[in-house]
């Protein structure tokens, strides 16, 4: 190889290293940049809320159920209803009866007015009686009547007395049965009217309630279709606030505790993260293992331990999002 041949090749060698040099700089730098720009955190997880599946509380057809995924629907509203016509016909069933049984109770106030106005007459004839004996007493004094006069006055004296006692009689006698009478009847009545009570209870439960203020997250029926007691119709959550839930490992779990503000952060972008206030709600007492995907015996033997942090949701979080959080 001639002298003028390897001095080309040393010059092209030494301009590969310098470009080979260029690039490692660049790469490292990149390589800095990026680590840079990656969020470091303390633990993750995914955003969840407490789900209430609303399932329906009488059998039939749904006559209406104008919820669509999505509304937001506030406590105890009436969302729908249900056909309970046949219980609404037993309902009445049981109301003719009662009013029958009403019917067939005795008032015994004309019967037992009756016996008094005949106490009236049989006071007020003793009351003459009793005048006409001072009377004739007086005129036999006077020699002026008779002893069999005075004795006719005192026997018909004795004889309304004893009236008097029967009517007094006639009257509690009277009260008694037909009381007897009523309440066997009344007795009758009360287990109807608690039979009403009853039907009244599955009539209201003919009504779909929404149980909590929230957002209808799925529909599972629609008007028309049949359904039966505990059947989903609708699942509903408060998404006002989600609870992320992440987990932390033992060595973290002395420097957390109930009601501290944490920092949590979702991706915005490729790059870029939405930070929000969050308080820590919840820490299991118990350790658990890694939850996910475990392939090797250490990686088993680590524990962990659930965290749950609420964050007052804005309208970006979403269920089941990933989100990350630094103590």
């Known amino acids: 190889m001639n002298t003028s041949l390897r001095i080309k090749l040393g010059h092209r060698m030494k301009a590969l290293l310098i470009i080979n040099y260029q690039l490692l700089i660049l790469l490292c730098l990149f390589a800095t940049s ?46 729908g209803n249900i056909d309970i016509s046949n219980i ?35 006071e007020s004839q003793l009351d003459q009686q009793l005048r006409e004996k001072a009377r004739t007493e007086n005129l036999l004094k006077a020699d002026a009547a008779t002893q069999k006069q005075l004795d006719d006055i005192n026997a018909q004296i004795d004889q309304l007395q004893k009236q008097i006692a029967v009517s007094k009689q006639q009257i509690a006698l009277d009260n008694s ?11 009758e009545q009360n287990p109807l009217e608690k039979s009403v009570s009853q039907i009244q209870d599955q009539i209201n439960k003919g009504q779909i309630i ?79 293992f890694t939850p996910k995907t475990i392939q090797t015996k250490d990686e088993r033997a680590n524990l962990v331990y659930a965290v749950k942090m609420r964050v007052k949701n804005d309208g970006y979080l979403k269920l089941g999002m990933y989100g990350e959080v630094k103590f």
């Open 210 to 288: 929404n149980p909590i203020t929230g957002t209808v997250l799925t529909k599972y029926a629609l008007e028309g279709e049949m359904t039966t007691i505990g059947k989903a119709i609708y699942k509903i959550a408060n998404l006002d606030t989600l609870t992320l839930r992440a987990y932390i490992t033992g060595s973290q779990l002395s420097n957390v505790k109930l009601g501290q503000q944490v920092k949590v952060y979702i991706d915005s972008g490729a790059k870029n993260y939405k930070e929000y206030t969050g308080n820590i709600s919840w820490i299991s007492d118990k350790s658990e």
């Open 177 to 187: 049965n037909i009381s007897t009478q009523n309440r066997s009847i009344f007795s």
């Open 88 to 122: 609404v016909l037993q309902k009445e069933q049981v109301q003719a009866t009662i009013q029958a049984l009403k019917q067939k109770t005795t008032n015994p106030v004309p019967q037992i007015d009756l016996v008094k106005k005949q106490l009236a007459v049989q």
């Open 34 to 79: 990026c680590d840079q720009d990656k969020l470091k955190t303390d633990a993750s997880g995914v955003f969840e809320s407490d789900e209430v599946i609303v399932s329906a509380e009488q059998n039939g057809k749904i006559l209406s159920l104008p919820i669509k995924e999505g509304d937001t629907i506030g406590k105890a509203v009436t969302v």
